[in-house]
């Protein structure tokens, strides 16, 4: 049973550019987390998403960010026009239902140049 | 102040020692404790669940202590492949059950 796959492992884009990062789940698994970690932080909570819906944007951005879980396909988070300051690993997280453990994906780490 | 607290480190101890984390949360409500363990570059994972009765998993043992919001891991004998960061966690039922990380505790193991 695979993991939680997300790719790319490693982006880097230039200012200005935009970034999409893709997170599948683990088989059976209908819930998915985005967290971000600043270099040398903790994780921060980002969104909550559930098939076609988002559960919980409150750690969102309110620019630039935008995430998404279609029907068919993986969880995208967008992040538009970027900036060094959006540098970071983001890590998806899924679980089977809400209150189960949450199993994380290896992450995408971002490079803004 | 932040949600999660823990002492940053790092503790170097040798190997075969004791040690012992401390993690503290502000909010009441949180309902979930968890510690996770984090290698270098890598994705959390889940090392052990909470609960208020004190758990055990082979040399680890967690405690939590609801009246005082104070949650704590202790690792006896400690291996070098022990080395890593461990993030207290807690989880909220609001909007969601998000989890919420503290920044972590970084143990070295020497030999």
């Known amino acids: 049973n695979a993991g939680v796959m997300q790719n790319p492992r490693h982006l880097v884009r230039r200012r200005g550019q935009e970034a999409r990062l893709r997170c599948s789940p683990m088989k059976g698994h209908s819930h998915v987390y985005w967290y971000r970690q600043l270099p040398e932080e903790g994780l921060k909570f980002m969104v909550y998403l559930q098939k076609e819906n988002i559960i919980d944007e409150s750690g969102m951005p309110k620019e630039r960010f935008s995430a998404e879980f279609p029907k068919e396909g993986p969880s995208i988070l967008r992040i538009q026009q970027v900036v060094r300051g959006d540098s970071a690993a983001y890590f998806c997280?899924?679980?089977?239902?809400?209150?189960?453990?949450?199993?994380f994906g290896p992450g995408t780490r971002l490079l803004v140049l | 102040r932040k949600e999660v607290e823990q002492d940053p480190g790092p503790f170097n101890v040798p190997e075969g020692a004791t040690v012992a984390f401390n993690c503290t949360y502000s909010n009441s409500a949180s309902q979930s404790f968890f510690w996770y363990r984090q290698d270098c570059r890598k994705e959390p994972k889940l090392l052990m669940s909470?609960?208020?009765s004190g758990n055990e998993d082979g040399r680890f043992t967690a405690q939590l202590n609801r009246a005082s919001q104070y949650i704590s891991l202790l690792i006896r004998d400690s291996k070098l492949s022990d080395s890593a960061t461990y993030l207290c966690v807690v989880n909220q039922k609001d909007s969601s059950y998000k989890l919420i990380f503290g920044s972590g505790t970084r143990l070295l193991v020497r030999p």
């Open positions: 997280a899924s679980s089977r239902t809400e209150q189960e453990t949450q199993y």
């Open positions: 909470v609960y208020s």
